[in-house]
Each structure stands twice: as C-alpha cells, then as structure tokens.
C-alpha cells in the first residue's frame, strides 16, 4: 500500500494492481506528467522496479522506481540499534512522513505502536515536490494486491501543512478484523462440552421416559380379538384404574393369576382386574376360552365380564366388582375379621339356585354350550345384594350343540372331578353338574370336598355324607353354624341331589334342567335306597380300574362313591 499525492481524484483511474500499487501503469510510469508522489509500503519484490526486498519502504515521484528505499524497521534512540519489523506480521505500526518545502527533504519514519517516534527517520530523500504537486491536490491511500492475497488496514492518520500533524490517540484505535475464525472463549470450551452432554442427556431421557411409557402401556392386538373379544379396555386405563397395580388393591391370587379392584377413570365404575402372566399354569388358550366364552355370555348369575386388555407377558380379564367377595370366605369362616355373620339356609339356598341357573344358561340356554369345569365355592362370588355369581371360566371349553368335547389334558380342581374325565380326559355338561353335586354337599355341609383325617389321611365330603344318609342321620351333616335354623325337609333334599350328582355313571346324574327342578320341588327325587347306593357305588370302583394307586392311598374311600370323587383329584 501507499500515501498518495495525486493532482486529481481520478489520477489512478488507469493504474494497474500487484506491482504497481494502483499508482500508474506502464505506459505513465515514470513520466513527470504524473505528478504523484508516494511513500510506499511494500510486501513484494519487483524486480522490474529494482525492489530492494519483499518487506521495505520507499519515496517515489512520478515513478515506482524508488528515490530512496529502505527495509522495514526503525532505530532506537538510545545507542541508535535497528530493529527490524514486517509489513505482514499483522502487528499495528506508527509512519511518520515530513516534507520540509524550504530544503526539500523528504524523511520517512516507522516504530510499533507504543513507541515514541524515533528521532533518526527511516529512509530520507532530498526532493522539491513543488514542480511535483500541483497547486490543488488529493491526498490519501492506494493498494493492490496480487497473485497472493493481502488486506492493507489505516486505523486512523491526521494531516497538517504548515506545521506538525495532529497527535493520534493510539488507545482509541480500533481492532485489526480477525484473520480466520473468533477464537473459542476458554469458558466457552468449558461450558460448551458440559452443555452439550446435558442436552443429550437430555435428549436421552426424554427418549428414554417415552419409550418405558410406550412399554409401560404396550398391548397386543390379534385379529381373532377383532372377531371375538368384547369391549377392549387400553393397559395405561386399567393401569391408572388400579393405581399401577399396587398391592393394597390386590382382591386375591389363585392358579389363574392375581385380582386387583380397580376405578375406571371416565365411568368411575368399580370393576375387578385379573393379571395373568405367561407364566400361569393355564396360560393362553384358557384365556382365549374365557375371553371368547364370557365376552358374550348375559346373565345374571354369572360374573359379566366388561372387557379385556393383552399385553406382551401380560394378559389382562375386566369384570364386574363383586363388593362381597367369593362364597368360601363364608363357608370356612375366613371373613370373621371383617364381621360377615355366617350364611343362613335361606341365603345359601338362594345362592345355590343362582349358581344353578347359571349352569343351566350356559349348558342349554346360549349359542353354544359351555363347560365351566371349575365349579367351586372360591369360584362363586357374591354380588352387593348376596346374590350368587359364577366366575373364573378361565378352564371353559366351547364346542358346538351335537357336537362331541374334546380337551387335551384334565384340568380342574381336586375333589370336583368326575371319575369318567379323569379317565377319558373329556369334559361334558355331566362333569359340570358332577362338580356341582360336589359344590351343594360343600354349601350345604360348611365342609370342603377333602378334608385332612388322623395319621395323614383324607376323608370325602361325599363318603361323610353317604355315610350319615345309609344310617338315616343325614341331617346331622348340615353346617351346624346355622345352629338349626334352616328347613330340614330342603336341606335333606339338596344333601341328596348332590348325591345323585355326584353319581360315578354320568348317564344317572340329572342334567341341570332336572336338577332346578328338583332344587324348586316341581319334581320329587329319585328315591336313593341303599341297595342303589352300594349297587353305584361298588360300579365305581370298577369303573376306575388303573387308578388304584390313588385308592391303595386312601383305603377309607374304597367302599363309598367319594373315592371316585377323589380318585379324580383331592382338594
């Protein structure tokens, strides 16, 4: 770059860039028309000019080649020592150039900034400039560059003829621009990593969070749910409605899983939640029965089921709330805790003729014919007004009317079991009612089916009973918690239907239509003399032939009829 003496503002119109500073060109270098005087600073050696170096300073008049040129740098005042500086080095410099129009001395002089201007100059030339510069004149600054690429900054300059140039105020120049990119702060450094890893924390957690809510509410949806299931209940519904499962709503657990009471948030509804695991020994073909049975079951002696929800892992049962519990909790005193009086006849009678209408229902009054196959007081649960429901169809099997059952394996609770599905493996409307002869003498009696006797033996509901029927006692079996307030006439007759239900040949036992006869005296009982009773039940034994592993375990049982209802399975 250069300081300027030109007599127009459009002297350097024609000047070319790179060597020639955008001063002149080669046709008006050195020609005294010019009348330019310059103090160039220069970054490049030019040969053509006779440049002394890359980094001097030189006084120029009409011509680039220099009156007088020095390299760049400037003499201390004390002992008068050079020191050398670099027009590149992006370091600010002071120049001083002075004109002396009596004598014509030109002098140039050059000191980093903060330092006092030297007294010895630079490079100085001896020059009168009067028949160089015009009598109107411009004065300012030109640069070019070249093949390399250069920035040229003036951070301020003062001008004076006449007299000394104002002093610039060095602690107000501006910054050089910054060469390349801001360097990073050091708390920038710090901050920044921090605050990155935050966000992707952050991030991570967020993610995070929505993927367990996905999880923590992720159902299964097939498509025979389409075709068969009823009203489907949302996981994150049931899971709000129970408070996420906590163990102070737990009704109960048993083989099918656990019950938890729960409130749906919309309808404020109290229903009860059964969750099944994969790991329950029923599993989910027993859950694709009950959601396919009950889902379309309607009745008022069974439990309604409202809905259902699948999940992975999880399978999910939403039934009506049974505020009063299952019946066993009655019978075997164990709600004395919470006051329950014991049952009267009257409500036990009326509970019996709810679960037997229900059977009814399920056997011969739907669409199809349903096997219940659990048929138990745990299983019977007891709605606000003491009516009895029957629930869990969990062991359900569904076949068409005509058409023969067909299970796999028994399934079922010991002391239920009729002697011929234990045998065969196939379930009918006569197992059910063979467990249902079970579940009147257990009402009735205040007993369970199996009992523990002396010396670890098991002694039958039903042998106590048919024992106590061939002496003519049979009313001394009735639950003495009721302190005999009951009818003896209806107890004794519902003591013998179970009998007759619980008769080893299917082909004898009533089917439910007969028994809700019987159980409302619209018809009478077959008469049970004792010489049917040992003609029956002597067929029994011979009718389980290969189960005498079980009988050589309980001898008591061998001569009564309860040994095929515990050959097909204890309590």
């Known amino acids: 770059m250069a300081l300027v003496v030109c007599p127009t503002a459009d002297s350097l119109s024609s000047a070319l860039p790179a060597g020639y500073l955008a001063l002149l060109n080669v046709q008006n270098n050195g020609n005294a028309s010019n009348h330019l005087f310059a103090v160039e600073l220069d970054t490049t050696q030019n040969t053509d000019f006779q440049d002394i170096n890359a980094n001097h300073v030189g006084i120029d008049v009409n011509d680039l080649h220099s009156l007088q040129s020095y390299p760049t740098g400037y003499y201390l005042d004390d002992g008068g020592d050079f020191r050398n500086l670099t027009l590149f080095s992006r370091e600010v410099m002071q120049v001083w150039v002075n004109y002396d129009g009596g004598t ?28 160089v510069i015009t009598k109107q004149a411009y004065i300012g600054f030109s640069s070019a560059t070249g093949g390399i690429n250069t920035r040229h900054y003036v951070l301020a300059w003062s001008f004076a003829m006449n007299g000394p140039a104002p002093a610039i105020d060095v602690a107000k120049l501006p910054k050089l621009p910054r060469l390349g990119p801001k360097p990073r702060s050091k708390v920038l450094e710090i901050v920044l990593p921090i605050a990155t890893a935050v966000i ?8 995070a969070l929505l993927l367990l809510r996905h999880l923590r509410y992720a159902q299964l949806l097939e498509d025979w749910e ?19 499962f ?9 083989g099918f899983g656990k019950v938890y009471k729960g409130v749906l948030h919309k309808s404020k509804m109290e229903v009860a939640i059964k969750k099944i695991s994969h790991e329950s020994r029923q599993g989910m073909k027993e859950f694709i029965a009950e959601v396919v049975s009950i889902g379309r079951l309607r009745n008022r002696n069974l439990v309604q089921l409202l809905g259902y929800c699948r999940r992975k892992g999880e399978l999910l049962l939403v039934y009506e709330y049974m505020p009063n519990g299952s019946l066993d909790k009655y019978l075997y005193g164990e709600c004395d805790e919470n006051n329950v009086h014991v049952l009267d006849w009257t409500k036990r009678l009326h509970i019996i003729k709810g679960v037997a209408s229900g059977l009814l229902y399920i056997h011969e009054k739907w ?6 196959r659990d048929i138990k007081a745990s299983n019977v649960l007891l709605d606000s007004e003491m009516n009895g429901r029957l ?15 067909q299970t796999t394996h028994v399934v079922g609770t010991m002391g239920y079991l009729a002697p011929e599905l234990v045998r065969t493996g196939k379930a ?18 205040g007993r369970r089916p199996v009992s523990n006797g002396p010396q670890d033996s098991h002694e039958m509901l039903v042998d106590w009973v048919l024992d106590h029927f061939r002496r003519g006692c049979l ?44 159980l409302d005296s619209d018809t009478p009982l077959p008469d049970l003399s004792s010489a049917d009773m040992m003609s029956f039940s002597t067929m029994a034994l011979l009718q389980n032939q290969g189960f005498d592993s079980y009988a050589i375990s309980y001898p008591s049982s061998m001569g009564s009829i309860g040994t095929v209802s515990y050959i097909s399975g204890g309590r």
């Open 226 to 244: 389409v075709e068969f299931g009823p009203h489907r209940f949302s996981y994150k519904e049931l899971y709000h409605a129970t408070k996420g």
């Open 246 to 254: 906590k163990s102070k709503h737990l009704l109960g657990a048993g």
């Open 391 to 405: 629930g869990d169809f969990g062991l359900a099997r569904l076949y068409d009317h005509g058409t023969d059952p």
């Open 200 to 207: 992707i924390l952050a991030v991570c957690t967020v993610v």
């Open 104 to 131: 014509g001395q030109i002098d140039v002089t050059l000191a980093p900034i903060g330092v006092a201007r030297p007294a010895r100059p630079l490079v100085s030339a001896t020059y009168n400039l009067s028949s």
């Open 428 to 445: 009918s409307t006569l197992t059910d009612v063979f467990a249902f002869g079970a579940f009147l003498l257990e009402i009735t009696c």
């Open 475 to 518: 009313a001394e079996t009735v639950d003495v918690r009721m302190g005999g307030d009951y009818s003896v006439d209806e107890a004794c007759r519902v003591l013998k239907l179970g009998l007759l239900c619980s008769h080893p040949f299917a082909s004898t036992r009533p089917s439910m239509r007969h028994v809700i006869q019987y």
């Open 367 to 372: 669409e199809k014919i349903v096997i219940h």
